[in-house]
């Protein structure tokens, strides 16, 4: 892997979210990796309509693949399809960056979902890997699933103000000061992607690449970051090719 420039592209829209941190915390992790901020990428690649091209990966139905879903809406939608959006927004890079000298990071606050053939759904995801990865605010929010308690008593209808005060501090909420340290974790994680080619998650729940389900595995990860000892391994030699 000889991926060096990492273009991190921010959000100005998404509260509590530090990119210059993310940027120099990232450059300390990766020290063979050059990291740039740069505009939001519609901004930056001039696209037009970028409105109308992230509806075109819209998602209405979270019960029907891509390829199924209506085309006619009264509204627009709120999720995506973060593959399709993904190929979508690599057409608009330059040639000159597609190559693996280029790592590509989107800040996002569009919620980004996956279709999962097991079980026939959209799931939410917090990153999307690859040309250009996705990191997604709400996906931060609303893909590792909250304590399972929480769940029992939100039910049923609109969650009760005294029950969310309950869980206090035990998931990350929109414009939670957390925010900031839960997308470095997984800007590792879209960085190992390039590191393992195409692998970058663990088994070992102490490594910052583990791949949490839960919010109480990612804000383990967020209090104890680290890698464990065969990622660490491949951080060393990533780094001694500087």
């Known amino acids: 892997m000889d991926s060096h420039n990492v273009h991190i592209y921010r959000n100005d829209s998404v509260p509590n979210l530090n990119t210059n941190f993310i940027a120099a915390e ?55 399809d973060g593959f399709v959006l993904q190929r979508l927004l690599c057409s608009m890079i330059s040639d000159e960056e597609l190559n693996s000298q280029h790592i590509h990071i989107i800040l996002t606050e569009k919620l980004t979902c ?6 026939w759904r959209y799931h939410a995801r917090s990153v999307i890997c690859g040309v250009p990865s996705m990191i997604s605010a709400s ?37 939670d000061n957390r925010l900031t340290s839960a997308v470095l974790v ?43 000892d065969m990622h660490e391994e491949l951080l060393k030699k990533f780094n001694s090719n500087r």
């Open 139 to 175: 996906g931060i929010v609303e893909a590792p699933a909250r304590p399972k308690e929480y769940y029992y008593l939100a039910r049923p209808g609109p969650v009760d103000p005294q029950v969310s005060k309950e869980f206090e501090g035990r998931f990350i909420e929109h414009g």
């Open 114 to 119: 996956t279709f999962d053939e097991d079980d």
């Open 26 to 80: 990232g450059s300390k992790i990766f020290q063979s990796c050059s990291f740039d901020i740069r505009n939001p990428f519609d901004a930056y690649w001039k696209v037009d309509d970028f409105h109308e091209l992230c509806q075109s990966a819209s998602i209405f139905d979270t019960k029907q693949p891509f390829e199924r879903q209506s085309k006619v809406a009264e509204d627009d939608s709120e999720l995506y």
């Open 186 to 228: 997984y800007l590792a994680q879209t960085i190992f992607f390039f590191i393992t080619d195409g692998d970058p998650f663990c088994k070992d729940h102490k490594c910052i690449l583990f791949n949490a389900h839960w919010q109480e595995e990612l804000l383990r990860n967020l209090q104890n970051p680290g890698f464990c």
